[in-house]
């Protein structure tokens, strides 16, 4: 390998771990002294996706058009081009490069951004279809996860008994020690935006999709969900060591942790058994267009993204997911506040200043956000889920949203 090749290796396994300064460092400096054409090629893709990342699009299409003359088959550039043309309105020109390009050979990421011009064509039938193909694709990425994990951890929290008081007395696991804010829900329902908000104040720490409880419930031995209240002060406190060390080891640094991961609903249980003191945020979105977001996005497959390769599965997953919510406030008593994410996007100074307000952090003087639009978008595929709508429409009602 030669160290042009090395040092390339070097950006990409930055930019992977989230070290976007350092990537972008490595790949300028090779884009500036490197005669290697293929490096250079390369080195100006991946500088164009995190250009993109951080919503710099006129630098991103400079960097994927210089790539793709360099090397018009290269992936990453075409992506990063196509996006560019895309968010610049011009979804138009991106259609017209990938349709030149048979629709059986493109990428998942290139059939995905097909999808998207589609839909900001105003094609939606054709946008759906591209997608539902995308999802298809990406369900043979990995034929070994367990797709019945998920339910049978449904299944098994429902049936578990209610939690039963426990003493927090001096001295026991629960006592003393930090308590993390928790944010939670369904996929693509704003847990990742409130994270963020809230992440920009210097005395919390984010800790974004760290299967940190994950960590915590090893050390139960079995007993999550249905043996919670045999759980001994021992297994509590090792279950906490386990999840801090899991925090410490992806989010390190001081103040106060915010996980956000939407599954952890599934968890509250567990979490208010090893945190009875900290708050519990359960963020909830139309329910059709949660559905439909998560079934448009193109989520690596595992265990529990498995249930969004299709519609139909979408659907009956996030009613099980969120009827299960239901029965762990009201029958469990496990203690949530709701934030909805239409609120969220249009008040989110509002929101962010309570919640932070709850935990003891202060925002005068912090970060001010801008509202955002909240235009429904699964109206433009009401016929591929009218199958489901009998299912989800009463989920709406309770959730607060009339039937439209």
Same mark, same amino acid.
């Given at each position: 390998m030669t160290y042009p090749e090395e040092a390339l290796a070097h950006g990409v396994a930055c930019h992977r771990a989230g070290q976007l300064a350092e990537a972008?460092?490595?790949?300028?400096?090779?884009?500036?002294? %490197? =005669?290697d054409? &293929?490096?250079?090629?390369?080195?100006l893709a991946h500088l164009a996706t995190i250009h993109l990342r951080q919503n710099r699009v006129q630098e991103a299409q400079m960097a994927a058009s210089q790539a793709l003359e360099r090397n018009d088959d290269n992936g990453t550039a075409l992506w990063a081009w196509v996006q560019c043309e895309r968010r610049l309105g011009r979804p138009d020109s991106s259609l017209n490069t990938l349709n030149r390009r048979s629709?059986?050979?493109?990428?998942?990421?290139l059939l995905h951004e097909l999808a998207l011009s589609y839909e900001a064509m105003g094609e939606h039938r054709k946008a759906f279809l591209a997608f539902k193909e995308v999802k298809r694709r990406l369900s043979f990425a990995d034929l070994?996860?367990?797709? %019945? =994990?998920?339910? &049978?951890?449904?299944e098994n929290t429902s049936r578990s008994p209610a939690i039963e008081a426990r003493q927090c007395t001096e001295g026991s696991p629960t006592a003393s020690g930090q308590n993390p804010l928790f944010i939670v829900g369904f996929n693509e329902s704003g847990i990742t935006e409130l994270g963020q908000m809230l992440g920009q104040h210097p005395g919390i720490r984010l800790a974004s999709e760290v299967p940190a409880i994950d960590a915590a419930r090893k050390k139960l031995n079995g007993k999550d969900p249905s043996g919670l209240n045999n759980v001994t002060n021992t297994e509590i406190s090792d279950a906490r060591k386990a999840y801090f060390q899991t925090i410490n080891h992806h989010a390190p640094g001081d103040g106060i942790i915010v996980d956000a991961l939407p599954l952890n609903l599934l968890a509250s249980k567990l979490i208010h058994t090893l945190f009875p003191e900290s708050e519990i945020i359960h963020c909830v979105?139309?329910?059709?267009?949660?559905?439909?977001?998560?079934?448009?996005?193109?989520?690596?497959?595992?265990?529990?993204?498995?249930?969004?390769?299709?519609?139909?599965?979408?659907?009956l997953t996030y009613a099980g997911v969120l009827t299960l919510a239901q029965q762990l406030v009201t029958e469990h008593e496990v203690p949530m506040a709701t934030v909805h994410?239409?609120?969220?996007m249009t008040h989110p100074g509002t929101y962010v200043e309570a919640i932070a307000s709850s935990v003891g952090i202060d925002w005068t003087g912090q970060h001010r956000f801008a509202p955002r639009s909240t235009v429904p978008r699964w109206t433009n595929y009401r016929a591929e889920l009218s199958r489901w709508l009998p299912t989800l429409q009463p989920l709406s009602e309770t959730l607060g949203y009339p039937a439209k």
């Open positions: 972008r460092s490595v790949y300028e400096a090779l884009i500036s002294h %490197s =005669l054409t &293929r490096v250079n090629g390369a080195a629709t059986h050979t493109l990428p998942p990421q070994d996860v367990d797709r %019945s =994990l998920l339910l &049978r951890y449904l979105r139309n329910p059709m267009d949660a559905v439909i977001e998560t079934f448009f996005k193109p989520y690596a497959l595992n265990n529990v993204t498995c249930h969004f390769d299709r519609l139909e599965r979408t659907a994410y239409e609120d969220l």
